[in-house]
Structure formats: C-alpha cells, structure tokens
C-alpha cells in the first residue's frame, strides 16, 4: 500500500528538497516534531522510494560543462527491439542528463551536458547518430537559462 503523505510529511519532503544535508534536529526543529519521529518519517519515505536519493548539485560551468543542448531524435521505426536499442545505449552516455520518450513530433527528447558546441558535435557524431536505428537528430540549444529547479511544490 502506498504511503499517504500528511502535511508533516509535505514539511519534510520541502526542507529536504531545500537543503538535503540539514541536520536530522534542525530538520526535527523546522516541522515541528522532536528528533526521533522525524527520522522515523525520513526513513519511511525513503523506504517508500518518495525519496529516491540525495545529490550534490554542480555549477555546470565551473566543472568544464557548462553547455547544454536539447536533442530531438527520430528513430526508424518504433518496434520495440529499435527502441530498447536506442535506451540501451542512451543510458551508457554520461553527457545525456535527461532522455524523455514523447509522444507527438520526435521520438526522444535528450538534455545533454557537454564543454561547447564543438564537444557536442563529437558527441552526436560519435555517438547518437552511430546508434543503430537513429534516423535523424536535429538539436536545439538555448540563449538563456530562465529557470531550473529539481524541487516539487509541496
């Protein structure tokens, strides 16, 4: 049965989201619950998978990787076997941050991470358009960052 989430629960999940490395008594402190419980409560969320895990957030940029492109690809048929091939081996790709499949104009949309466009055009020449079944890829690349956020409302 899944987890029925409370409005302490809401609170948790929004502290966490905000800082994953506040101290189990601030965040006890911050929701209203003494420190026990809280972690009783961090601990069945993550049981639970709504918390799949914690990660360091990176300036992009400052480790060398700062440009960010969005690939559409289309692929030559849309049977399975084509498609599980095309997963396959988006996931062995680091620079592939994020791989959607969509419904409508493009098979995959992919966010990737890279060094400039000249790392990218590596990229899709090595890699995304050597995978067998990738019939076309047209990429987009943005002027400006507006907005970026892993947090859920809660």
């Known amino acids: 049965m899944p987890l029925v ?21 601030e965040l006890a402190k911050r929701v209203g619950l003494s420190p026990s419980p809280c972690l009783r409560r961090v601990r069945l969320l993550e049981e639970a998978g709504i918390i799949s895990g914690y990660v360091a ?24 076997d084509t498609t599980n ?3 396959d081996a988006v996931r062995q790709f680091p620079q592939v941050l994020e791989c959607y499949l969509m419904a409508g104009d493009c098979d995959f949309l992919l966010r ?5 466009l ?17 019939q076309s890829v047209k990429t987009e690349i943005p002027m400006q960052k507006i907005k970026q956020s892993w947090r859920l409302p809660m």
């Open 5 to 25: 989430l409370d409005a302490i629960d809401r609170r948790i999940l929004a502290a966490l989201q905000q800082d994953g490395r506040i101290q189990n008594v």
């Open 57 to 80: 957030l990176l300036d992009a940029a400052k480790v060398g990787m700062g440009f960010t492109v969005f690939a559409r690809v289309w692929l030559t048929g849309q049977d399975e």
């Open 85 to 87: 091939r095309f997963v």
């Open 112 to 116: 990737i991470a890279v060094a400039d």
């Open 118 to 134: 000249d790392a990218y055009r590596q990229f899709q020449v090595d890699h995304l358009n050597r995978i067998k079944g990738v």
